[in-house]
């Protein structure tokens, strides 16, 4: 899966084009809700850090609407909310009176139209009225005579013809109240007459732990769909569901470390917590749950199951088996939610396509400086529908330029003909004698296999090798395994001292920070000397 990250980079030197730019990185899915770690931050400091959310793609709202529509529990209030019409007797609470429970069960067709009525299916009902009752579907009044009734509520009719916004307004709303009904911890019932203050301070010291436990449980539950969002975000079609256990492990493993015993008992205990809550938001449509198979809890102690072998260690699980603890995926309008969640809690949550809505200039300066981004997605949302040629040509013209962002632009230019293609071809042989481009355009020629592409001359290429180098010094966020990675691929000769000696004198913004990585980072000692000299020479210039 391929990923972003964003970090604080730039030049080195104070006052150099780029110092303090937020440029883009390969993202580990741990950074996105840690985003500390990139800005050099202490645990202590991860209140007060960015955080990063992935961008995600949506449906259109009328298919998302759609989907809401056909969630049982949310289409059953919805009939409920009608069939009250013109109006229908309730009790002094609003629930439904004991003549109508039965009936309203045969409405959903959660029982058959005539016999006996089995007592969930009545229950069943009873949830759907108090949902429409929570989503204002249905309106509780009082007649001249004293009697409680209830009528449809102003939203029914807009809902039932599909309007996409009070659909999904609805339910959004729906969506919190299970998410906050998810996370209600049992209260303890405390035993005894309240005989004075003793028993007093021991009510109050009862509630006080039953809140701390739904606090935890709600904490443990934002962050397990939080995990989902991340990694439904990155997954290719059609791999988007997760193990139980594996989620259960991104939330209790270290990042680094293998599970120990202790944390493997963790990992159970997160996965009990969280089996209950996630089946409850997929009444709602946020997540396709299997739960976990209650049979496992009732295997004895010590047979062989399906989790270890006859020699105590772990067996490999077939799909079947591995299903039994648990399956989870992220719904689209589960992807809808937590991002609507996201954006109320003050998150910038993004969706792709957000910056690629206006000319080629706007793309590849919004795609280099924003913090959270998927650009080739950008870049193929931008694609779709446009003329290569004319294309090719915008985006060749957007990336010119010597500020900070400019390296990157010229990088994602060259991402962009890649995703072109031959037809774009044209426009990059009209840009070859070009001092910026010209060197970009015919490497990216003579990989696509091109002929007669004229070799570029000697202060273009070592513009170009600059130029290169920089975007991938920026896009990097200065980490050192890939910079290595960089540096030992900088086609030094055997004489650094004259390669070197050519490079210092390149005028680009970022010869001298390209010059200092090379000097840090080549595994070579008499090249990595031979550049620090060239990087003084650099910055003596300037």
């Given at each position: 899966m391929a990923a972003r990250r964003r970090r604080n980079a730039g030049p080195s030197a104070a006052g150099t084009p780029g110092e303090g730019a937020v440029l883009p990185a390969d993202l580990e899915l741990q950074d996105l809700?840690?985003?500390?770690?990139?800005?050099?931050?202490?645990?202590?400091?991860?209140d007060d850090a960015a955080v990063l959310v992935p961008p995600v793609r949506l449906p259109a709202e009328p298919e998302l609407a759609?989907?809401?529509?056909?969630?049982?529990?949310?289409?059953?209030?919805?009939?409920?909310?009608?069939?009250?019409a013109p109006h229908r007797a309730v009790d002094e609470f609003g629930d439904l009176t004991a003549p109508d429970r039965v009936p309203a069960a045969r409405l959903l067709g959660l029982a058959p139209e005539e016999g006996d009525v089995a007592e969930e299916a009545v229950v069943e009902a009873m949830r759907a009225w108090s949902l429409a009752c929570d989503l204002d579907l249905v309106e509780i009044g009082t007649t001249a005579a004293g009697e409680h009734v209830a009528v449809p509520g102003p939203d029914l009719e807009p809902a039932e013809e599909g309007d996409p916004e009070t659909v999904l307004e609805l339910w959004l709303t729906a969506a919190g109240i299970v998410r906050e009904l998810a996370v209600e911890a049992d209260s303890q019932e405390l035993e005894g007459e309240d005989d004075g203050d003793a028993e007093a301070e021991a009510d109050e010291e009862g509630l006080g732990e039953v809140e701390d436990a739904r606090d935890e449980a709600a904490e443990l539950l934002d962050e397990a769909l939080q995990v989902l969002y991340e990694t439904t975000a990155f997954a290719e079609p059609g791999t988007e569901t997760v193990p139980l256990g594996v989620l259960a492990a991104l939330l209790v493993v270290p990042e680094g470390e293998e599970p120990s015993d202790e944390l493997l008992g963790d990992i159970t205990d997160?996965?009990?917590?969280?089996?209950?809550?996630?089946?409850d938001l997929s009444e709602l449509g946020l997540l396709d749950y299997r739960p976990i198979d209650p049979e496992l809890f009732d295997e004895e102690e010590g047979e062989e199951t399906a989790g270890a072998g006859a020699d105590g260690e772990p067996a490999e699980l077939d799909e079947a088996e591995s299903a039994r603890?648990?399956?989870?995926?992220?719904?689209?309008?589960?992807?809808?939610?937590?991002?609507q969640w996201l954006l109320e809690d003050g998150y910038d949550a993004p969706l792709v396509g957000d910056l690629a809505k206006g000319d080629a200039a706007e793309l590849l300066r919004g795609v280099s400086e924003a913090a959270n981004v998927l650009p080739e997605e950008e870049l193929k949302v931008w694609l779709e529908g446009r003329e290569p040629v004319a294309a090719a040509r915008e985006l060749l013209e957007a990336a010119r330029g010597n500020d900070a962002y400019a390296p990157?632009?010229?990088?994602?230019?060259?991402?962009?003909?890649?995703?072109?293609?031959?037809?774009a071809e044209p426009a990059a042989r009209e840009v070859l004698g070009d001092p910026e481009l010209g060197g970009g355009a015919a490497a990216w020629l003579v990989a696509l296999g091109a002929a007669d592409v004229p070799a570029p001359d000697r202060t273009t290429a070592l513009w170009t090798v600059v130029d290169a180098f920089a975007a991938q010094l920026l896009d990097t966020g200065g980490d050192p395994d890939q910079l290595r990675e960089l540096v030992a691929e900088l086609p030094v000769t055997d004489e650094p001292a004259d390669y070197l000696g050519e490079l210092w004198r390149v005028d680009h913004p970022y010869t001298a920070d390209v010059l200092e990585a090379v000097g840090e980072m080549h595994p070579d000692r008499a090249v990595a000397k031979e550049a620090r000299k060239a990087a003084f020479k650099a910055r003596s210039k300037g």
């Open positions: 809700y840690g985003a500390f770690a990139a800005h050099g931050l202490d645990d202590e400091d991860l759609a989907l809401a529509k056909a969630v049982p529990m949310f289409d059953w209030a919805m009939r409920l909310a009608r069939w009250a997160v996965m009990v917590a969280l089996d209950p809550m996630l089946a603890f648990g399956m989870v995926r992220l719904t689209p309008l589960g992807q809808y939610g937590i991002r990157m632009r010229r990088m994602l230019c060259h991402s962009a003909l890649t995703l072109l293609g031959a037809p």
